[in-house]
C-alpha cells in the first residue's frame, strides 16, 4: 500500500494569492497525477507525470502549473488564486510495473474568497 | 474517446438492503475496470478490478464481473452496512499499450445507508 501525504489539508486564501498545495510519497512510484474534484464529486485529471522531470496536461485544462524534480514529490501550484479555483485536489500515484491501481491522498480542500 | 457511464445518485437504502450501482463503459480495446469508494473527508480507495473480460472483482463483500458482451461492470452487495455510506466511482484504464495509462472516472454515485 502507498502512502501518500497532501499538505494542506484544508486551505482558505484570499483572491489573487499564490500557493502551492503539496504532494509527497514514499513508495518510489513513477507516475502521479493530480485530479481537481467538482462539489458535485466529479473527478477531472489536470496533470500527470511519469518521472522525474515528466509533465504533462491532463484531460482539464487548468491554470495550474506542476513541477517534478524529485521522484517523491509533486507539488502543484496557482500562481494567483480564483474563487473558480475553489475545488478538492486529489494527488494519485501508480507503480510503473506490474499493478494498474492508482493509491491516492486525502486530499486539500481549498477555498478562494 | 474512452468514457465511463454510471448510475445516478444519491443512492438510499435500508441497511440489509441488496445494493446494485450500475456502470457501463465505452472504450476502444479492452480496458482493464475499476470501482474506487470515496468516504467522507477522504480520498480514493480501490475497491475491487478486473483486468479481462468474465473476470469477477470481489472485496468487502462487494463484487462486480466484467461483462464485455453488455460492456459493463456493475457493482453489488447482497447486505450493505452503515458504513458502506461514501460515494462510489466506475473507472476504466486503456493500459500502457494503447499509450493511454490514465483512468477515466464516471460522475460517481452518492450512497447512504439508513440504520
Known amino acids: 500500500e502507498a502512502d501518500i501525504y497532501q499538505t494542506p489539508r484544508y486551505l482558505v486564501i484570499g483572491t489573487g494569492k499564490k500557493i502551492t498545495l503539496e504532494c509527497s510519497q514514499t513508495?518510489?512510484?513513477?507516475?502521479m497525477y493530480w485530479y481537481q474534484q467538482d462539489p458535485g464529486m466529479e473527478l477531472h485529471l489536470i496533470h500527470y507525470s511519469y518521472g522525474v522531470n515528466s509533465t504533462e496536461k491532463g484531460d482539464l485544462s487548468s491554470e495550474s502549473t506542476v513541477s517534478r524534480i524529485r521522484t517523491e514529490h509533486f507539488p502543484l501550484t496557482l500562481e494567483s488564486a480564483r474563487p473558480s479555483h475553489t475545488s478538492q485536489y486529489l494527488c494519485a500515484t501508480q507503480d510503473r510495473e506490474g499493478t494498474d491501481t492508482q493509491y491516492f491522498g486525502p486530499g486539500t480542500r481549498l477555498t478562494v474568497l | 474517446g474512452d468514457s465511463v457511464t454510471q448510475m445516478e445518485g444519491p443512492v438510499t437504502l435500508s441497511e440489509e438492503a441488496f445494493l446494485t450501482i450500475n456502470c457501463t463503459y465505452t472504450a476502444t480495446g479492452y480496458p482493464s475496470l475499476f470501482w474506487y469508494v470515496q468516504y467522507p473527508g477522504e480520498g480514493l480507495q480501490l475497491l475491487l478490478k478486473?483486468?479481462?473480460?468474465?473476470d469477477k472483482g470481489s472485496n468487502k463483500g462487494f463484487e462486480a464481473t466484467y461483462r464485455k458482451e453488455t460492456t459493463s461492470f456493475h457493482l453489488e452487495k447482497g447486505s450493505v452496512q452503515v458504513s458502506d455510506s461514501a460515494v462510489y466511482f466506475c473507472a476504466l484504464e486503456m493500459g500502457s499499450n494503447f499509450g493511454n495509462e490514465k483512468l477515466t472516472f464516471g460522475t460517481g454515485t452518492r450512497l447512504t445507508i439508513i440504520p
Open positions: 513508495m518510489g512510484h513513477d507516475k
Open positions: 478486473a483486468t479481462k473480460a468474465d
